[in-house]
């Protein structure tokens, strides 16, 4: 099976910041990596599919890049409806997900 | 726009049956270019693949939990439906359905809209 382990597990950051979220894969995964946000008590959220492409309706300042075995989602300028939790997803093999990045107010 | 729902029972006793549904609306569910997953989520933990139905009926599953699930469609009912046998308490988790769609120009698929969730409680 394909391991996607995401750093950090947490982060804290403020209104403004530019963040990264690193997932990396055990094994190459060429592009068929998602990024999802999850708010408390609601449903995953599609941000980016094929590493790096902008599902519909996201905002720009959501990025994604990354091939192979390393990957990277950034928010440009963190916006208070951004404070989450990412997950990341391979789509390789089956299609598991990463253990999540929660991202807290400072 | 294409809505999904989950419905099913909310509370399962230990080596029983759990059976949920989840209603497609705004779209039918036959569309070309889809197909239809379940995922759970223990609470305060991550996200669990539990499995795919494709366009064609065919069927893939977590190994993990291959052995317990069945996921089936009705059409005529623009549904699918889960159900997962021998549950145990490891079994409780919100349960989502989600759409997988196929973005053929990147040759991959993502889970671009998803039910909001129902709670799945095992115990006597």
């Known amino acids: 099976d394909i391991q996607l382990t995401q750093s950090p597990s947490f982060l804290s950051a403020s209104v403004g910041d530019r963040v990264t979220i690193t997932c990396r894969a055990s094994?190459?995964?060429?592009?068929?990596l998602a990024w999802y946000q999850q708010k408390p008590g609601k449903a995953p959220k599609l941000l980016i599919y094929?590493?790096?492409t902008l599902q519909s309706g996201v905002p720009s300042r959501f990025s994604g890049s990354g091939s192979g075995t390393e990957f990277t989602l950034t928010i440009s300028s963190l916006q208070p409806e951004d404070f989450a939790t990412y997950y990341c997803q391979q789509l390789n093999s089956y299609p598991f997900f990463g253990q999540g990045t929660r991202l807290e107010i400072k | 726009q294409l809505q999904l729902q989950e419905s099913g029972s909310g509370l399962v006793k230990p080596s029983q049956t759990l059976s949920l549904t989840c209603a497609v609306s705004?779209?039918?569910?036959?569309?070309?270019?889809?197909?239809w997953s379940w995922i759970r989520q223990p609470p305060g933990k991550g996200l669990e693949w539990i499995g795919y139905i494709y366009h064609s009926g065919s069927t893939y599953y977590n190994p993990s939990l291959k052995s317990r699930v069945t996921i089936s469609v009705d059409r005529s009912k623009n549904q699918f439906s889960l159900k997962l046998s021998s549950v145990t308490a490891a079994d409780t988790a919100v349960y989502y359905c989600?759409?997988?769609?196929?973005?053929?120009?990147?040759?991959?698929?993502?889970?671009?809209?998803w039910g909001q969730g129902t709670m799945v409680t095992v115990s006597s």
């Open positions: 705004g779209g039918s569910i036959s569309s070309g270019g889809y197909s």
């Open positions: 989600a759409r997988v769609r196929y973005y053929g120009d990147y040759g991959t698929d993502a889970f671009d809209i």
């Open positions: 094929a590493a790096s």
């Open positions: 094994q190459g995964i060429s592009s068929y």
